[in-house]
């Protein structure tokens, strides 16, 4: 095949005369390289070497034979299971009752299922334990119970519930509002009733949404660290919080490699049958017609069966985020109840060093995040070169992998020279920058896929070169998949907590490790306080955007703002 | 000599498979010169287009731009411009932005980019819409603008890649008819991928037909349908009719055929390389079917089998008495009657309008 020989000397050729793209290319593969997979490959290498670094697999045996840790493994399993179970079941029963009846608060219901995406995912946890822990306003207050089995299986679930099911409604709410409901129609005309349309039309069509949400609940929670750590409790170890107190609490770096191993495994296989398998089976019905249709899916009683269970666990969504507010401003939960400010003196007291960093890193990896994923988004869509799915896949990869496993990657990674980074602002920082990226990757490729190429071309023809292209034209059309990409970038840094604690120095702390450390000792109203502060921050980021956005980017419609 | 492909093929393959999208494509355009790529979809128009572009790598071959090789550069060193089928307008620019943001990426001082701006919209006939964005023209102002983008940047060579496709059939006419005075006013040479034969007609110097991703032929329009090379062009371009036949004798361009089925003689003009005894095909365009005999040397006997009735014509289906059916049009049909299905009719051609290819 002479001529194919040629081809490929022609592309390189050309590649080569835009020494730019080139460079850019090359780059972003050593800085995956680096900062993505290097970290893995050491996790996997110090379980597997011993001290005199021989190939050694005891820290497996080890682990393995200790029932402890492998109560954690399967904890791990199970809790991860329930909640992508449950987790789906609120998200659809959110999605389906918001676009297919006519219920009251719809709005209402909208905003509370995706209010928890921009909260710390472990308040949860702290809110349960002010309502139903030994002090819990619920159960000590108003039944007197307390013993009730807060801590384990059921509370932790509970938590990651609630924290978690905003990603299923987000997804199913795209899949149930793009099922046209002429479909409906359709049945009920060929003489199918509700329940039937229901069961043979809209929820197989929402299966693969339904498949893929479950996936990414599964991931989610495996890789939860907060919450179990507050809440999962000494009888109920999992690996995550495991792996944790292995280094920091044993010093086995070996033991927890080992640990974040078999955590990394469950997840990566989740992750590629949800890219892989269930990503492509996706069913497409937007006809361009409009589709008004009077919404009749479900019947008088079943409108308001639906509409009381969304309206219950709003409820209870709301009364957890609620709590944290109170507890942030009361003396000493469920013992002292009187009202004070005590707590946000203390928490500027002793926390403004926290506070300070937190924004620094905040402010610094956001912003390099959101461009990186634009440029790889843009190169994913738009060029052809060598690696390409290697890049997405990598790229994506940072989704998948559990926090605790970057965390312990990277103190193993970057303790020593080349990369002497530990305890410095730069590795948490570019730990933020590379795990948050995969979510402005794509809602730039989903954007990028619906502006026409042609437009990128007409600029090039025009005398734009690559760079220009993408600043010129690409960014502006993408603008809003940018600004999403910033507030979830930013929403992650500043909630950060899985990898982060590995990488927390005394030189550079984070507020969401005071909210953590002031829980475990017990100051419940302490860490109130800085979760309070933590959620004003993020709404100022947010409303201060969303300021900006309007008076200056409002040709390009409503942007997907704060949902992810 | 402003434009020169030389022997350009491009090869894809997609899960080891190869498609051949252009082979050999082996022309030069001369400056000044509207060519258009005509050809269904799929023929490698417009992959020969993105070629020329730079969006495009060909597998083999050269291209030439102003004596050149460009083969290797990136679209934005061509100095090539092009107009596309969506227009491609950047949404987030206004028109003026649109149209100034060649030059301002060439760092054009201000006062001449300004003239150059008034000039511009004063030939597309844009004036009083500078401060529009995109979405608030109409499909043929989208267009106006596209053409100036591309003008402004003095090219030299014009890409124009189905511009009309997206337009309705009135202002489709008109716009072509624009394009062509404008191509004509700045005498830049130009390259035109279309699919619609009437388009190619009323506006090319020259037309190349593809098919399959081959050259099938190269000419005028004229040459185009009134010689076609082959069956393809003459099928592809207007309506046809073809009888087989065997050549009885070559003398210089006349060709004399017997008709296969009837065994009658066909006096007519040599359209290929053709020697005695080879298998031909006369091609007969329905209006040069006349039911006047005048001067016409050739007969066709047949059956009206259907007319129908279009007011400044008449179309007809003959029958020939080997079951063949052959389409004809007589035009001005109030001067004379209309045909009657079933009555057997005589139609008569000149051996001019008789072309005689290989079958």
Not at chain 1, 8 to 30: E, M
Not at chain 1, 284 to 292: A, F, L, R, S
Not at chain 1, 402 to 427: D, E, H, Q
Not at chain 2, 204 to 209: A, E, G, H, L, M
Request: aromatic share 12%; charged share 20%.
């Amino acid at each position: 095949m002479a001529f194919k020989g040629e081809e490929t000397k022609n592309r390189l050729l050309n590649l080569l005369k835009d020494p730019f793209l080139l460079l850019l290319i090359l780059l972003i593969f050593a800085a995956l390289a680096i900062f993505i997979i290097f970290p893995i490959f050491k996790v996997f290498s110090a379980s597997l070497t011993n001290r005199q670094g021989e190939f050694d697999l005891s820290a497996y045996s080890r682990a393995f034979s200790n029932r402890y840790m492998r109560q954690g493994f399967y904890n791990s399993l199970l809790v991860a299971g329930l909640t992508a179970f449950f987790g789906m079941l609120v998200g659809y029963l959110f999605a389906y009752t918001v676009n297919r009846t006519d219920v009251p608060f719809k709005r209402f219901f909208k905003t509370v299922a995706v209010l928890p995406i921009v909260f710390p995912p472990f308040i949860g946890a702290l809110s349960i334990i002010m309502l139903f822990g030994f002090n819990g306003l619920i159960t000590a207050g108003i039944f007197g119970i307390r013993n009730f089995p807060v801590y384990g299986l059921w509370g932790l679930m509970m938590a990651q519930v609630v924290c978690f099911f905003p990603v299923a409604f987000i997804t199913l709410d795209g899949v149930i509002g793009t099922i046209s409901p002429t479909l409906e129609d359709a049945a009920f005309n060929l003489g199918a009733n509700r329940w039937q349309a229901f069961r043979k039309v809209i929820l197989p069509m929402s299966v693969p949404g339904i498949a893929s949400t479950m996936l990414v609940l599964f991931i989610e929670s495996l890789a939860d660290f907060g919450n179990p750590l507050i809440l999962a409790g000494s009888k109920f170890p999992v690996l995550s919080v495991q792996a944790y107190l292995q280094i920091t609490g044993m010093y086995d770096t070996r033991g927890g490699a080992a640990l974040a191993v078999w955590l990394l495994f469950p997840s990566i296989v989740a992750f590629i049958i949800q890219k892989y398998w269930v990503g492509k089976k996706k069913y497409v019905t937007v006809t361009g017609k409009p589709t008004t249709s009077v919404l009749k899916s479900v019947n008088k009683p079943m409108k308001w069966i639906l509409f009381s269970l969304c309206m219950l666990m709003a409820v209870f969504t709301l009364t957890i985020y609620a709590t944290i507010f109170w507890g942030a401003f009361v003396k000493a939960w469920g013992m002292n109840n009187t009202l004070t400010l005590d707590n946000f003196r203390y928490v500027f007291d002793v926390g403004s060093k926290a506070i300070r960093d937190t924004l620094i890193i905040a402010f610094t990896s956001t912003p390099i995040s959101a461009v990186l994923g634009m440029i790889i988004a843009f190169l994913l869509v738009r060029k052809v070169f060598p690696g390409r799915r290697l890049m997405e896949f990598t790229s994506l990869l940072s989704f998948a992998v559990p926090g605790t496993v970057i965390g312990i990657g990277y103190i193993l990674a970057f303790n020593s020279r080349p990369f002497l980074l530990t305890g410095t602002l730069a590795i948490l920082v570019l730990n933020f920058v590379f795990r948050y990226i995969p979510v402005g990757i794509q809602s730039g490729v989903a954007l990028l896929n619906q502006v026409d190429p042609a437009i990128e071309e007409a600029a090039y023809t025009l005398g734009a070169d690559n760079r220009q292209v993408f600043t010129k034209v690409t960014l502006p059309l993408i603008i809003p998949a940018f600004f999403s990409a910033l507030v979830f970038a930013f929403v992650r840094a500043m909630t950060a907590i899985s990898a982060a604690i590995f990488l927390v120095s005394a030189r550079w702390n984070l507020i969401t490790v005071q909210i953590l450390s002031q829980s475990d000792s017990g100051r419940l109203s302490e860490a109130c306080a800085f979760s309070v502060l933590l959620i004003a921050m993020i709404m100022g980021f947010i409303f201060v955007l969303k300021i900006f956005l309007k008076n200056k980017v409002s040709l390009s419609g409503g942007s997907s703002m704060g949902q992810g | 000599m402003s434009l020169i492909l030389k022997n350009v093929r491009k090869v894809f393959t997609s899960y080891g498979v190869e498609t051949v999208a252009v082979d050999d494509f082996d022309q030069s355009i001369e400056k000044g010169q509207l060519v258009t790529l005509l050809g269904p979809s799929g023929c490698g128009k417009t992959t020969t287009l993105r070629i020329i572009a730079g969006f495009e790598i060909p597998t083999n071959g050269r291209v030439l731009l102003d004596e050149k090789d460009v083969t290797n550069l990136p679209p934005n060193r061509r100095n090539i411009s092009m107009v596309f089928q969506s227009y491609a307008l950047f949404p987030h620019l206004t028109v003026e932005e649109n149209i100034a943001f060649g030059l301002k990426l060439k760092r054009l001082d201000r006062t001449q980019m300004k003239r150059k701006m008034r000039e511009m919209t004063d030939l597309v006939g844009l004036k009083g819409l500078e401060k529009r964005r995109p979405d608030q023209l109409s499909g043929g102002q989208q267009q106006r603008v596209a053409l100036a983008r591309s003008l402004v940047m003095e090219p030299s060579v014009l890409l124009f890649d189905e511009p009309l496709s997206n337009l309705d059939a009135k202002l489709r006419e008109s716009m072509r008819l624009e394009i062509r005075r404008i191509q004509q006013e700045v005498n830049i040479t130009s390259v035109y991928v279309t699919h619609d034969q009437v388009e190619a007609m009323s506006i090319s110097d020259i037309i190349v037909v593809m098919n399959e991703g081959k050259v099938m032929q190269i000419g005028s329009p004229f040459d185009i349908y009134a010689r076609p090379q082959n069956s393809f062009v003459a099928d592809f371009i207007g309506r046809v009719n073809f009888v087989e036949g065997v050549v009885d004798s070559v003398d210089g361009d006349t060709v004399t055929v017997s008709v296969r089925s009837t065994g009658e003689r066909i006096i007519g003009k040599k359209g290929s390389e053709i020697s005695t005894g080879e298998e031909v095909k006369v091609v007969l365009r329905p209006e040069s079917l006349s039911d006047r005999r005048e001067d016409r040397i050739n007969t066709l006997n047949g059956k009206v089998l259907k007319f129908v009735f279009l007011g400044s014509n008449v179309e007809y289906e003959l029958e020939l008495p080997d079951g063949k059916r052959i389409n004809a049009v007589t035009f001005n049909p109030i001067e004379r009657k209309l045909p009657v299905v079933g009555k057997d009719t005589e139609l008569y051609f000149s051996r001019e309008s008789a072309w005689v290819i290989k079958a």
